[in-house]
């Protein structure tokens, strides 16, 4: 089986993302929103746009999405490895187009939650999520940013060569 970065790097390039659209948004649900939250949300975004399905006396006006739009929005988050390299791209997406945001405070990775394989969280402030995956831990980055306000932090972790610990642990 491939490593993990290998892993993502091929899902990243499978996701055919339409620029400045975000999935999470798009359906109207948090970051942190479990399976069942994205399936009714998705369901109810599938209705709303229907022309058959909604009511004339509705005094919701029509919804005018991209059905096949909200198909990969659910397809994406609801697949555990997707959405992991999703939320990637989107956090990369961030950080790039910031100008070097100044972290709030210094976190250290034991005060993490790991809850997938490789995906490390902690609880924001505001309530929202900061997540760091392995492979950017591998490439050494640090500042990670809530998924839901602007607040960065600087992760505090070190990485350790498999080697060397086998050998001296």
């Not at 798009?26 to 998705?42: C, V």
């Not at 659910?74 to 956090?91: E, G, P, Q």
Request: overall charge negative; glycine content about 6%.
């Amino acid at each position: 089986m491939p490593p993990l970065p290998i892993l993502l790097l091929s899902l990243i390039t499978k996701l055919d993302i339409p620029p400045n659209v975000d999935f999470y948004q798009l359906l109207g649900i948090t970051y942190d929103a479990p399976l069942s939250t994205i399936k009714s949300a998705y369901h109810k975004a599938l209705l709303a746009s229907h022309p058959d399905k909604r009511s004339f006396s509705s005094a919701i006006p029509p919804v005018d999405v991209d059905i096949a739009l909200l198909k990969e929005a659910y397809t994406t988050l609801s697949n555990v490895s997707s959405r992991v390299a999703y939320d990637n791209i989107l956090r990369n997406a961030r950080v790039k187009t910031s100008t070097g945001p100044r972290p709030a405070q210094v976190i250290s990775l034991e005060d993490f939650e790991e809850t997938v394989d490789g995906v490390w969280t902690h609880a924001c402030r505001c309530g929202g999520t900061y997540r760091i995956i392995e492979e950017d831990m591998d490439a050494g980055r640090h500042l990670v940013g809530c998924e839901s306000c602007s607040e960065v932090v600087w992760v505090g972790y070190e990485l350790v060569n498999d080697e060397h610990h086998a050998t001296n642990g």
